[in-house]
């Protein structure tokens, strides 16, 4: 099965970037690339996904590289609320019996006043 | 529109004790999957349900199971339970169970095991 790595934590001020990257080498053909991201005592919350092609959405962006075996989830500025674990999830997207569903372990994403 | 609802919220259970935790998905979704999360090993993926059947199933022992109604709703089961079993259960819904499609997840069930 495919896997995702992803660094355990990063570190951004308020109001700058942030680049969250996830590597997915074993990435297949119908993988969908996920992001969602968890708050202590919630569940996770659907942040953007995409295909091949980069995606923005009014949380993110997402850059997905050509070759599919990276991506990397951009929130264009930072706030206190953004500071949350941060998940590369992999979607099968044929469905059925191929249902395929697999996760990073997450980036823990601390945003300094 | 409501949100996925897990009950109950929390639960205390004793090891070898069974337990029956249940999930309402968003409304139309047919989609039901349900997850493991514990600080040691993350998200781990358990089964996803799609119109009454089970469409797949994580590497877990057999003492998980689930079934889904014809509302789309959906029960776990864990039967002799043990104390690693104590995690936040999280179940998501979605409309066709697609890999293009957003999850939408409930708060969870936390469950604790002694």
């Known amino acids: 099965d495919a896997k995702t790595t992803q660094p355990n934590s990063m570190e951004s001020n308020e109001e700058e970037p942030v680049h969250l990257p996830c590597n997915h080498s074993?990435?297949?053909?119908?993988?969908?690339i996920h992001w969602y991201r968890q708050l202590p005592s919630q569940g996770p919350e659907y942040v953007i996904h995409?295909?091949?092609s980069n995606v923005n959405n009014r949380m993110a962006s997402l850059a997905i590289a050509e070759d599919r075996k990276s991506s990397t989830l951009i929130l264009h500025r930072a706030t206190l609320r953004d500071a949350a674990v941060y998940y590369c999830?992999?979607?099968?997207?044929?469905?059925?019996?191929?249902?395929?569903?697999?996760f990073g372990k997450g980036t823990l994403l601390t945003v300094n006043p | 529109k409501a949100g996925v609802t897990q009950t109950p919220r929390y639960l205390i259970k004793t090891r070898g004790q069974q337990v029956t935790l249940s999930c309402s998905p968003i409304?139309?979704?047919?989609?039901v999957s349900w997850y493991q999360q514990t600080p040691g090993q993350g998200l781990q993926f358990l089964f996803e349900?799609?119109?009454?059947?089970?469409?797949n199933k994580g590497n877990f022992p057999g003492r998980f199971s689930g079934r889904q109604f014809s509302n789309s709703r959906s029960e776990m089961n864990v039967s002799t339970l043990e104390l690693g079993d104590s995690a936040l259960y999280l179940c998501?819904?979605?409309?066709?169970?697609?890999?293009?499609?957003?999850?939408?997840f409930g708060s969870g069930t936390q469950l604790s095991v002694l």
């Open positions: 998501a819904s979605s409309l066709r169970g697609q890999g293009g499609e957003k999850l939408f």
């Open positions: 409304s139309g979704h047919r989609s």
């Open positions: 999830i992999l979607r099968d997207f044929s469905g059925g019996s191929n249902y395929k569903l697999t």
């Open positions: 995409g295909l091949t």
């Open positions: 074993t990435i297949s053909g119908t993988d969908y």
């Open positions: 349900y799609f119109s009454e059947t089970q469409r």
